[in-house]
Every structure is written in C-alpha cells, then in structure tokens.
C-alpha cells in the first residue's frame, strides 16, 4: 500500500450528543487525566448539572481542549460513561475504520511531536484552547493498516504488563491498608513523643555540602531558595533513618526520613529534625508508614489551628497517637509496604518506557513501510 498522508477531518467526526433526558446519573461521571486515562471526579457531583454532560462509548477519542497539550487525550474501550460538556469528543468515520487502527491514534496522540503541534497552534491565543477543527486540520501519513496493527501490538503487550505490575501493587497497598486498620482496632493508641527526640546538630564545620528541602511528595529535593551568599553554619544537619519536616507545609505532606542511601545532608533551620531514640521498640519505617497517610495530615490542621502561622511545632508532634505492635508485627508491616512501593516504582518505570515509546513507534512504522 505504501504511505498515505490525510487530514484527520477526513478520517474522524465529532459527537456532541449529550444527557438532555438525565438518563445517565453521576456514577458514570468520568474524566481523563494528564496520563490519557479515564478517571472519576475527585469532587462532590450531587448538586452538578448533568443535561449538559457528553455521552462516551467505546471507541470514543475524549479530550480536555485546553489540556491535550498535557496528555489529557484517552481513548475509550471500558464501557459508557458520561463527561463534562467541556470536553471535545469525536469518532473514527466509516473511512477512518477502514484505515486507521485507533490504538495507533492513540499512541500518535501520545507522542511530544504532537503536544508541540498543539502548542504551536495556540500560540498567542488569549485562551489557549485546541478546538475540533484544529484537530481535523491535523495532517497525518499513514502506513497499511497491517502494518500500524503490528506496531500496536507491540504497544499492547507492554501496556498489558505495566497494567498487572498496578494491579499487583493495589492489591499489596489493599493488604497493606487492612493490616494497619486491624492494628487501630486491636491496640491500644500511644503518643510517640517518648520514642523520639528532636534533633538540632548544626553545620558548624561545614562538613556537610548538600542542601535540601522537603518537598509535598514527601521526598527530599534540591533547595529552591537561593543560596547564595549564605552561611550555611546555621543549618541542620540531617543524618540517615533521622525525620525532617516543614512545620508550616506539614499538612501538604512536606515530611521525610533520610534513607540510608542519600547519605547526610542539611536543611534549612526553619525545618525541624528528629529521630526515633527506641528503635527497639519502634521502627523508625513504620513511624514513617503512619506519618505518611493521609489522616495523619489532616490532624496537623486541627494541632496547628489558632496559632499565628499554623506551625506544627515538636511539640505537638510528640503528641501524635498511633498502635505500636510487637517489633516483628512491626517488620512485617514494614516489609509489605516496601514490596508495594517497589511495585509502584517498577510501574513509573513501565510508564516512562511507554511513554517514550510512542514515538519510536510512529516513526518505525513509517520507516518499514516506506
């Protein structure tokens, strides 16, 4: 067959067939975040407007036009649902379906050459915003249909394993979740304040080099206060297995253990430091385990309120409850939770090799064919 260059306004034709009968209720609410996949709304939609809202079957291309530079493009193969009026969605056409795999769309879409294209042609726009017409006027060339599928199922067989690598880590963070919520049933909550002591060695020597901070992620990261010209006598030095947190940006999830890995580095005075001085008795990997969920934040709120700048002083973090079990129930706690955050590091892996993939994938195609 050789190489074929058309417009895409030739081989797709939009939907805009929406739920004016309120036939379809907010469980079929769906979304499509930055990583081209369906999700569900994060907020409250009972009191939302649904007449508006955009009917999606299988088969469907669904975009944020003023997000699809950012990834948010998916292609729907999981069943009906409804989106948000704000949403652009479009078909193959009966020609479209003759030559064009939707999975090599997909992977086209999901390409940078295509996000530099998008911002291309919002560029100088007041609201950048990527409407159907400039996705119709998209020129793309082609090989046979064989051939993109031969590409595609190299694409599928990767996706497919980086879909169980997830699936296997949400089943050991559900196993994870369980154990922990049996711990707050069965023992008994202590304050941890007399298991941890707060840490203020200071870079007096300047023995240390290395300058971090504490980001949301809750992992340490390069300052990106400029440090120029400052003395960094006055920070805290941080040594390996020891605790450092933002006491004003706690509750985002600014908190971390130096891993044994990173070595010892300083931060900034403002931040505080400690360390568990009864690691007999509590593993400084399971303090982080609890200091990591996401009920262990909001509470910071509630300790912090009413102070002038909502600082989340030690004080108040000795003051933090949690079940302490047995060491060995402790270990194995632990040692499920790094199997899980394994998996999930092995799945980001996955995910990038996808990603960087497309690309090599449109232009191997294009390359055999040719």
């Not at 990767?158 to 879909?163: D, G, R, V």
């Not at 169980?164 to 304050?191: M, T």
């Not at 023995?207 to 990106?224: D, H, L, P």
Request: aromatic content about 12%.
């Amino acid at each position: 067959m050789g190489l074929k260059k058309y417009k895409l306004g030739e081989l797709i034709e939009r939907s805009t067939v929406n739920n004016k009968d309120l036939k379809y209720g907010t469980d079929l609410i769906a979304g499509v975040n930055n990583d081209g996949v369906f999700t569900s709304p994060k907020g409250n939609p009972i009191d939302v407007d649904l007449k508006p809202y955009k009917l999606v079957n299988n088969g469907a291309f669904v975009y944020n036009p003023t997000r699809i530079d950012l990834g948010s493009l998916a292609y729907r193969t999981e069943g009906f649902c409804i989106v948000s009026h704000l949403y652009i969605i479009f078909y193959l056409n009966e020609k479209g379906k003759e030559i064009l795999d939707p999975y090599y769309l997909y992977i086209y879409f999901h390409r940078d050459e295509f996000r530099r294209e998008v911002r291309f042609r919002n560029f100088g726009s007041q609201r950048p915003e990527f409407s159907f017409s400039d996705m119709a006027d998209i020129s793309i060339t082609l090989p046979s249909l064989a051939q993109q599928r031969k590409f595609v199922n190299v694409y599928l067989a990767l996706q497919n394993n980086l879909a169980v690598y997830q699936s296997k880590a949400e089943e050991l963070k559900l196993v994870c979740d369980g154990y922990i919520e049996e711990l707050r049933r069965n023992i008994k909550c202590e304050k941890i304040g007399k298991y941890i002591i707060e840490c203020n060695k200071r870079n007096n020597e300047l023995s240390v080099n290395e300058v971090q901070g504490v980001a949301s992620s809750g992992t340490f990261s390069e300052t990106r206060a400029n440090t120029a010209g400052i003395n960094f006598c006055n920070y805290k030095i941080v040594y390996p297995n020891q605790f450092v947190y933002n006491p004003s940006r706690i509750n985002l999830g600014s908190l971390a253990m130096r891993d044994i890995s990173q070595g010892s580095c300083i931060v900034s005075p403002m931040y505080i430091v400690f360390e568990v001085k009864e690691p007999n008795y509590l593993l400084p990997n399971y303090l982080l385990l609890w200091l990591n969920r996401s009920e262990f934040y909001r509470s910071t709120l509630f300790y912090a309120s009413g102070s002038v700048r909502d600082i989340f002083s030690f004080s108040e973090m000795c003051e933090v409850t949690i079940p302490i079990p047995d060491i060995s129930v402790q270990k194995d706690v632990v040692n499920i939770h790094k199997c899980y955050i394994e998996r999930q590091r092995i799945a980001a892996r996955l995910k990038e090799q996808l990603n960087n993939l497309c690309p090599i994938l449109i232009k191997g195609s294009l390359e055999t064919e040719n």
